[in-house]
């Protein structure tokens, strides 16, 4: 069985019967480069190994595979709403919100940035995957904004970001410098000159739990780097610069539980 990695502050959620993790590769059936816990469908992964991935995770949060909620992720500030006639399609979207019991919220990541999300209060949820161009664009604050609009209270809401990668592992050419830059000049505390010239080193984890606390929410991070730990997380960038074919991904996820 998986066993998931569980943040401090979303724990406190658990008293409202909202349960979450943030899974590493532990517990899975895929083998090879995928080996582990890889619940990517957008892989070249077997099939049926990720599907009994998938199928682990919910069992995890005990409802049946059907419940666990995934979109098709695209990098998008896209945010879809989850109810009760939710019926397993995967529109483009980059994060979902519910407050509907017996239904697992899950984002799939590889070095970007999984953020649960819980208002244990009102017992409203929500999940994001933030790569730089989401967390650019707005995604979480748009996650926020649809939490809010399903009745929870901005200042009750409580996030975590998940293993991500981070700064040191991070390098980045001068054109994405610029691009941060002129969306406020005061994102260049985001970055550090690396050993190449011209190129630096972005801190995608600051910038996130930055935004998510500029948007009035309580947040903190795991502080942990999917690129330099291979033997729990998956990342698209140790992939390439290993020159490997493919990769998988880890699944952060939360659920509201159901009452008797």
Request: proline content about 5%; charged content about 20%; hydrophobic content about 40%.
């Amino acid at each position: 069985m998986p066993t998931p990695i569980a943040s401090t502050l979303l724990s406190a959620a658990e008293a409202a019967g909202i349960r979450h993790g943030y899974f590493t590769r532990a517990g899975g059936v895929s083998e090879g480069i995928y080996r582990g816990l890889n619940v990517g469908l957008g892989s070249k992964d077997d099939r049926e190994h990720v599907q009994e991935n998938r199928r682990r995770v919910a069992g995890w949060f005990g409802l049946p595979v059907k419940k666990l909620a995934t979109v098709h992720q695209v990098h998008s500030p896209d945010v879809m709403t989850v109810d009760v006639n939710y019926d397993g399609n995967r529109p483009e979207a980059d994060a979902m919100v519910t407050a509907t019991p017996g239904i697992a919220l899950g984002v799939l990541a590889a070095d970007c940035g999984p953020i649960l999300f819980a208002d244990p209060e009102n017992r409203v949820i929500g999940a994001a995957h933030a790569g730089w161009k989401g967390a650019l664009t707005g995604v979480l604050e748009n996650t926020i904004d649809a939490m809010v609009a399903l009745g929870a209270r901005r200042e009750a809401i409580i996030a975590c970001l998940g293993p991500s990668i981070s700064q040191a592992s991070y390098e980045v050419g001068p054109e994405f410098v610029d691009r941060f830059l002129a969306y406020d000049a005061g994102y260049g505390k985001y970055f550090v000159p690396s050993e190449r010239a011209g190129h630096a080193m972005f801190n995608l984890p600051a910038l996130t739990v930055d935004r998510l606390r500029k948007a009035g929410v309580t947040a903190e991070s795991l502080n942990l780097c999917t690129y330099p730990d291979a033997d729990r997380f998956f990342s698209y960038r140790r992939t390439t610069h290993a020159k490997e074919p493919d990769y998988g991904r880890q699944i952060s996820a939360i659920a509201i539980a159901e009452t008797s």
